[in-house]
């Protein structure tokens, strides 16, 4: 579907007006969601589409995954749970995996960002060079 820029434009200020203290407001997301439908301006469906496509970009950022070779220490995943706050900021959902495949270290992906810190990762870059 090809849309046009000003609808892009329309969706990204609608996004940007959903948003409280810079994360998104599911109340204000569905208000807004109802207004543009019951308005049905000009290209209301192709802002919608990119408004939803926003949203999910959003909601990926949002997400942290730590994966890990071994369960972690309450402690550590306290650690990095505010190392990770920090860095990416509030309202990030944070869950911890165990994945025996990595061998030892840390994979540790939020959004479409990936931190490998594996010993499998090593090893493959490692294999790679030869």
Same mark, same amino acid.
């Not at 994360?23 to 109802?34: K, M, T």
């Not at 802002?47 to 550590?76: G, M, N, T, Y």
């Not at 499998?120 to 060079?129: G, I, K, P, Q, T």
């Given at each position: ?19 409280? =203290? ?101 090893? =493959? ?6």
């Amino acid at each position: 579907m090809k849309i046009s820029k000003q609808a892009r434009r329309d969706a990204k200020q609608l996004f940007n007006t959903c948003k409280i =203290e810079g994360i998104l407001d599911d109340n204000r997301a569905r208000q807004a969601v109802s207004a543009v439908i019951a308005r049905k301006p000009r290209g209301y469906v192709g802002i919608l589409h990119h408004f939803q496509r926003l949203v999910k970009l959003d909601l990926d950022r949002r997400q942290a995954v730590v994966e890990s070779a071994v369960v972690l220490a309450p402690a550590l995943q306290a650690s990095l749970q505010s190392s990770l706050t920090r860095k990416h900021g509030t309202g990030l959902n944070i869950s911890f995996a165990q994945n025996s495949a990595l061998i030892g270290g840390l994979r540790i992906k939020v959004g479409s960002d990936v931190y490998d810190g594996s010993i499998a990762a090593r090893l =493959e870059s490692l294999s790679d060079s030869f």
